[in-house]
């Protein structure tokens, strides 16, 4: 009797442990990974590969147009929505139809087939600068070292630095600081900048970001003189800002820059000349920290990472919103060689672009790439 009462505890505890390698054979924080998700026990997706990108699900649909053959790819990742929307148009026999925008078009070079030969690419091959992709760029809370206790301009002052930035290039793509968090799991608080050297390669693991940028905020110190009958009041005002450049690839600060406004240039007269002086301090030192940011990031090459391989089937976790198109052709290099002569290992070629900012590459010269392997954009064949 006692024996045999243990056999269902022993079966219990074997699933539980299956359960458990299971579970942990995929990161929570991959980028790319198979469903099913909740929609996916609905019927019309029952039977149907779902993949999740940035939180939002795709449904991996046979591409009507790669039915002949020639350039087209062989799949498409339609979204949940419009794919029950209108799944007929995906069924089994499926019509073509008219190419979209993102797929090469007639008379662009078809992709070569992966060659026999596995040699190492020189990287004596230049990649291109030429073509506008897009950095990605988070830039988290700042630090309120004001005065004021009722004063918090932390956020603003992020958010408005990513407005300065974004008017005076158009070669960076800012990442939601709140969508971090989220992803993090993080309350209200704000993240430090020691966290973020911690976290800063997985960041560019999962959403290929660049640089992160973190800093403190000191003022605005405001002063004023008061006014006698024949003059008004006036003041003046002045700020600081420090800030780092955290390189997400190596996980270290790259850059320290700090900006100040001049104090003469923010002397206000009259009514609420203190508040009118505090915003022309904001301005001043704002335009100042994007130009010195701008130029650093100028600076850096772009690149992107492997965010999953399937077969032939590269997956990037940068697509249109970086810049990328149909046909670019990109150099493979392994991360832990980097910066080594010759390190270039092979080329892939962009497929299509889908997703908020993914797409998917192919394999065209050298050797098969790696998850998280880094790709340098090379030249442009297609629009």
Known sequence: MKSSGTKPQHLVFLLFFLFLISACSTPSWFPIKKGPPHKAKMKELIDKEVIIIDRQEYVKV?????????HQPKYLYIPVEEYLAERDLYSAKMPRLEPEKDQIEEGSPTLSPITSVRETISTSVPISPIIPLKKKVLIAHFDDRTLSQDETLGDWLAEKLMKEMAQRSSNVLFVDYQMIKEFLQKGREPLSGDEFLKISKMLNEVFGIHIIITGELSGPYVFTTKGTKDQETAS???????????DTLSGTITKSLSAQNPIVPTKERGLFSDEKAKGKAFDLTLSELSRSLLRELNRLDWFCRIAKIEGETIYLNAGKLSGVKVGDVLAVFDPQRLGEKGDAKGKIQILTTFGTDASIGKPIDGNKPDALDILKFLERRGS
């Open 62 to 70: 046979l591409n009507p147009q790669g039915a002949g053959g020639g």
């Open 236 to 246: 003046t005002a002045i700020m600081k800002i420090e800030t780092r450049m955290i």
